[in-house]
């Protein structure tokens, strides 16, 4: 389905309510899987938490987890402990293109039977599940934090714990930290000094307890991108969100700024507020927040201004290859940019074409970060379900702010 988005202005105050973060969800899911002590709230309603919950409860011979990155390197760790277990972990076509050779090399040598059932060092995986009795194990850090995160989430399964040494340069390492501290939140012990994690082993979590999980920073992402395109004074408050978030994400707080968003936070809210209008070129490492690396340059795009993001190296793994996706279709709505294979460099423009055609890519953030272009030009996002990998209620949200959407 395609949607049109005419010139929009948003409401002069408004809030949303966002579902619970996708990264969050699909932790706690597994954690709970193993210790099903603790209760979750607010846990995310995408389509990635759902296939992640429907995943940890099949007993089906074959679980597919399409386009869901997180769901998929975490389900590959955890049925590999599941003893007795046969499974075939597979994707969508994407999927089957997304490396997990690292992980799956780090689980072999931690004892694990995988296999690969089509191409080498990709999913589809044949895993049977089986005690993993090694505990130490060290791997390329370079690549995805996701491998990491998902030995550490089982790690305090295993007979003697887990010893990970990271190797290279860490990416994305507020998620390998979002992964201990929820660890730490149900009694796990863990450490992580310079470059190794230790995780003890611990068969029961203490009592149980209920987990919050907060909503999603990345799905605010676009909201920040909306208030910055907005008059001076246009307010939007978002919930649930705390300021000492697990989310590297919220680091938007800081980075807005530059934008003329300014942030306060009230009781379990966040209210993004339009301040000032001029704004300078912008140059940002992104390592430790790939997912706002859309959002951040198509609101760099619409205001005009100039930015060279570095830090992108994981972008090409993602759900398409961003770097590229962003680079056609800014150029396709009239700005200039050039890509290396983990920077983008965009030229100040001083126009943007009229009802062009985003292509999506079965890319959710592709879709959300090109609508706040509706408040500068009319147009058109293809494929526009495709946010409901982590934010299905979008076009929704945007409507009751102000924006006019047709199908
Ligand atoms: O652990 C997680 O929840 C995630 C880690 C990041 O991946 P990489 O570590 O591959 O960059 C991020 O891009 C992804 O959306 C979610
Ligand atoms: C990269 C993402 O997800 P995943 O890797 O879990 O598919 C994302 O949500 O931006």
Known sequence: MQITLQKSEVLKTSSVKITGSKSESNRLLLLKALYPVF???????????????????????????HHAGTAMRFLTA??????GREVTLTGSKRMKERPIKILVEALQALGADITYAENE???????????????????????????????????????????????????????????????DQIG??????????????????????????ESDWSSAS??????????????????????????????????????????TFGENAVTLKKVRLNVA????????????????????????????????HTLKIK??????????EIEKLGGDVEITDKSLYLKPSDSINEMVSIATYNDHRMAMAFAPIALRAPVVIEDAMVVSKSYPTFWEDLKAIGFKISE
Do not use: W
Not at 48 to 55: C, G, P, V
Not at 78 to 83: A, I, L, M, N, R
Not at 283 to 296: R, S, V, Y
């Open 188 to 213: 796990v012990e863990t450490s992580f000094d310079e470059n190794v994690i230790t995780v003890k082993p611990s068969n029961n979590v203490q009592e149980a307890k209920t987990l919050v999980v």
């Open 121 to 183: 060092g990709f999913p589809p995986l044949q895993i049977k599940g089986k005690k993993l009795t090694k505990n130490k194990v060290s791997l390329a850090a370079n690549v995805s934090s996701q491998y990491i995160s998902a030995l550490l989430l089982i790690a305090s399964k295993l007979e003697n714990g887990l010893e990970l040494t990271l190797e290279g340069e860490i990416t994305s390492v507020p998620y390998i930290k979002m992964t201990l501290s929820l660890l």
């Open 222 to 263: 676009y909201y920040f991108s909306i208030v910055a395109l907005s008059h001076i004074g246009t307010e939007i408050t978002l919930s649930s969100y705390k300021e000492a978030s697990l989310q590297g994400d919220s680091v938007l707080v800081d980075i807005y700024k530059h934008f003329g968003v300014e942030v």
């Open 281 to 312: 070129p912008l140059e940002l490492d992104l390592k430790n927040a790939p997912d706002i690396a859309q959002t951040i340059a198509v609101t760099c795009f619409a205001m005009g201004i100039s930015c060279d993001l570095t830090g992108l």
């Open 78 to 83: 955890f049925f590999s402990t599941q003893e």
């Open 39 to 65: 209760n979750l709230e607010n846990v995310s309603n995408s389509d990635d938490s759902n296939l992640m919950t429907n995943a940890l409860v099949t007993d089906a011979d074959v679980v597919d987890i």
């Open 319 to 328: 759900e398409t290859d961003r770097l590229v996706a962003l680079k056609t």
